[in-house]
């Protein structure tokens, strides 16, 4: 029962419907089509049975889902162990290499001299913004301006309300 448990916690943050969680929902179902077969009985309301409906209804399709995944999983597995056979008997191994070595990965830059992707794209962000905005003595001289306390700036203004009135008083 542990190794149970264990393989279900195991099976959640695995993709895909495994094997343990399959048995892990069915058993569920069936624990729920037992419960509402019970209250229909002790009740004898017609929602119980519209529950069960719905109930076996979502039962079936997982079990459908899981069915079809698994299908399309071992045809794509066929298809990829012919196609490799294919590519092994068509290439050399040295030629396999020196298509290999010269192959760059779809997000890689030109540049030599970063060991990243995003350094080069900041020293990039760096350059532009230097080159369009030249320093100018106005811009640095309202910058520092606004950007000490207020208390430097000429002292504490308040906050303007937005119902026009001073105070907080109605």
């Not at 979502?58 to 995944?69: K, T």
């Not at 779809?106 to 080069?120: C, I, M």
């Not at 369009?132 to 520092?144: C, E, G, L, V």
């Amino acid at each position: 029962m542990g190794s149970f448990v264990e393989d279900l916690w195991a099976s959640v943050f695995t993709p895909g419907p495994t094997p343990t969680l399959l048995v892990a929902a069915n058993a569920t179902f069936a624990a729920l089509q037992l419960v509402l077969f019970l209250l229909l009985l002790a009740t004898y309301s017609i929602h119980f049975i519209v529950l069960s409906v719905l109930s076996a209804s979502l039962w079936w399709s997982i079990n459908w889902f899981a069915q079809e995944l698994a299908a399309v999983q071992a045809q794509e597995a066929e298809k990829e162990k012919t196609e490799s056979k294919e590519l092994l008997t068509e290439e050399d191994d040295d030629d396999k290499r020196k298509s290999e070595a010269s192959r760059k990965t779809p997000g890689a830059l030109d540049s030599t001299e970063s060991d990243t992707e995003t350094e080069s794209l900041m020293e990039r962000k760096i350059s532009a913004v230097s080159a369009a905005a030249p320093p100018s003595t106005t811009a640095a001289a309202t910058t520092t301006a606004t950007l000490q306390p207020p208390e430097q700036q000429g002292g504490i203004r308040k906050r303007l309300s937005m119902s026009g009135e001073s105070s907080g008083y109605i």
